[in-house]
């Protein structure tokens, strides 16, 4: 049975990847703390925060990894003259480093799956270029980049890394945005198919990334996202 860690499997798209993959796989779940809904699945669990704690702390995983699902993430959205220096770097810290922590520290052990995958997120809003996004796209950007380089790197050790670009997702994060039926009717007139996604369609494409089904696919930046990125009508 494949090995698969999931960082920021307490809520959202992260805790409904672990709901997914529950029984099909020996899963590791990482989050800041253990919700109810993720302690009922029974997972493997570590309470751990990838953007703020020493990754020297994270014991007991696996020695062969098969995937990794990074999901941690930020919406901070404001006008471009009120974002801070400080606000700026805790999403990069967030989005970016602590991704890239996570990934040097499971490495080896994903070198001796013989066929592994990682799978990211960023945004819609890095390719459409939308206000208020400029702190959340510069850093999903960047997670983009890393994708393909290390897409490159890895691919002679049989490692395939692809990243998932939602558009507005219903989850706990979102809330706000979503927190009134004319908000909801808004947000779901800006996409060709008018709704907002839901957790279960970044799950799904999650489960088909970690799968042999996309063995032949690396390197992607996949839009999850009703249209918004290609379509105008």
Partial sequence: MNNILIAGAGKGIGLRTAELL????????MSRNLTPDLDLLGTDFRQFDTAADDLSGL???PEVLHGLVYCPGSINLKPFSRFTADEMISDFRQNVVGAV??????????KKANGASIVLFSTVAVKNG????ASVAASKG????LARSLAAELAASGIRVNVIAPSLTDTPLAGSLLSSPEKREAAAKRHPIPRVGTADDMASIVRFLLSEESSWITGQVIGVD???STLRV
């Fill in 59 to 61: 014991t007991g995983l």
């Fill in 22 to 29: 529950n029984g099909t796989c020996h899963l590791y779940t």
């Fill in 101 to 110: 922590g996570l990934i040097q520290k499971v490495l080896p052990s994903m």
């Fill in 142 to 145: 960047a997670v983009e980049g």
């Fill in 226 to 228: 009703g249209g918004m």
């Fill in 130 to 133: 939308l206000p208020f996004h």
